[in-house]
């Protein structure tokens, strides 16, 4: 059974020296709370195989930073199109890995609303929320709203 697991990044700055969104950094809380998040994972046993994110600069940083606090053995991955990126396209990008347990760093309101299509949850991704959902051998499409929480969403709030 694959795991999806679907986080938010963490607290970022208002704005960037370049004046662009994207180039947005991580707060110092924000960056705590992306390690608070990997040693999460560390407690549940949930390292993940693979950790997919937005080229953002605040979705890298959460990412890097949960990669270092797990040891992830890979890179992590950047994916382009996740930058403010609908559901659609999330789900689009995690259909396409084979890992068992896959990591996926992005953006709101495209995280929420995947969470909410992959498992029927409505819970809203504050910064730094993650969810862990089970995906069943039988379902073949994430959109078929197959996915089962297994634990409600955590939230890491900022110091």
């Known amino acids: ?18 004046g662009s969104d994207f180039d947005r950094p991580l707060t110092a809380s924000g960056c705590e709370q992306a390690a608070a998040a990997a040693r999460w994972l560390q407690q549940q046993g949930r390292i993940p195989d ?8 605040r979705t890298r940083q959460t990412a890097e930073r949960v ?5 992830l053995l ?6 382009p199109s996740l930058y403010n990126a609908p559901a659609g396209k999330l789900i689009e990008v995690l259909e396409q890995t084979r890992a068992e347990r896959v990591l996926l760093v ?3 309101p ?20 993650l969810g862990v959902a089970a995906m069943p051998e039988n379902c ?10 297994v634990q409600p969403v955590q939230h890491f709030p900022a110091r």
């Open 1 to 18: 059974m694959q795991e999806i697991l679907l986080m938010r990044h963490g607290r970022a700055a208002d704005a960037s020296d370049s």
């Open 74 to 79: 890979g890179p992590v991955e950047l994916a």
């Open 106 to 108: 992005g953006h709101n």
């Open 50 to 57: 693979l950790i997919i994110a937005s080229p953002a600069l």
């Open 110 to 129: 495209g995280i929420s609303w995947c969470w909410q299509i992959i498992t029927g949850d409505s819970t809203a991704f504050k910064p730094a929320s």
């Open 140 to 149: 073949e499409q994430l959109a078929d709203g197959c996915g089962v929480p």
């Open 67 to 71: 990669a270092e606090v797990v040891e």
